[in-house]
T-cell receptor, first 114, second 113 residues
């Protein structure tokens, strides 16, 4: 199946600094790339997504960039705050004919130090 | 609150036993997905149903089975449980008209002793 590599597995930043998480994939047919945030004791929640016809998307302090040629996409969080501390998962979509499967990276535990 | 309801939240059982996890999707969502989350394996896709039919299968063991009922709720059955089956099991739902957001429940934590 499709693999997605996510780095780093853990990331600590000072409050106010930026955080960057990167994912690489191999299947060029993938066309939808979401990022999910999982807080302790909760299920993952979508925070931003990007489709293959777009190179960058921004939502306030969060941005995602996609390089389809190099097959990698990244999550950028600026001006980090303590409430950004969570596990972040990249994912990619593969599907068709009614089948819709999201394959997740192994996650990045982000700690924002006040 | 995602609108996806999973029960039970916690379950402790012994090896060799069988359990059933239940999921009610968001109102209007036709597709249900099951994921297993363990510490070292991240979120592993198990199976997807759409309007009662199986549509995609991931790394689901033969000891595990699932179904989606006419009212769209889903059940994941885990049998002959082993210690390694201890994990968080998440259900998610989506409209699935196109690639888009999955809404996850809060999970069922299974502990096999």
């Amino acid at each position: 199946g499709e693999n997605v590599e996510q780095h780093p597995s853990t990331l600590s930043v000072q409050e106010g600094d930026s955080a960057v998480i990167k994912c690489t994939y191999s299947d060029s047919a993938s066309n939808y790339f979401p990022w999910y945030k999982q807080e302790l004791g909760k299920g993952p929640q979508l925070i931003i997504d990007i489709r293959s016809n777009v190179g960058e998307k921004k939502d306030q302090r969060i941005a995602v960039t996609l390089n389809k040629t190099a097959k990698h996409f990244s999550l950028h969080i600026t001006e980090t705050q303590p409430e950004d501390s969570a596990v972040y998962f990249c994912a990619l979509f593969k599907g068709g004919a009614g089948s819709y499967q999201l394959t997740f990276g192994k996650g990045t535990k982000l700690s924002v130090i006040p | 609150d995602s609108g996806v309801t999973q029960t039970p939240k916690h379950l402790i059982t012994a090896t060799g036993q069988r359990v059933t996890l239940r999921c009610s999707p968001r109102s209007g969502d036709l597709s249900v997905y099951w994921y297993q989350q363990s510490l070292d394996q991240g979120l592993q896709f198990l199976i997807q149903y759409y309007n009662g039919e199986e549509r995609a299968k991931g790394n689901i063991l033969e000891r595990f089975s699932a179904q989606q009922f006419p009212d769209l709720h889903s059940e994941l059955n885990l049998s002959s449980l082993e210690l390694g089956d201890s994990a968080l099991y998440f259900c998610a739902s989506s409209v699935m008209s196109e690639a888009g957001e999955l809404f996850f429940g809060e999970g069922s934590r299974l502990t096999v002793l």
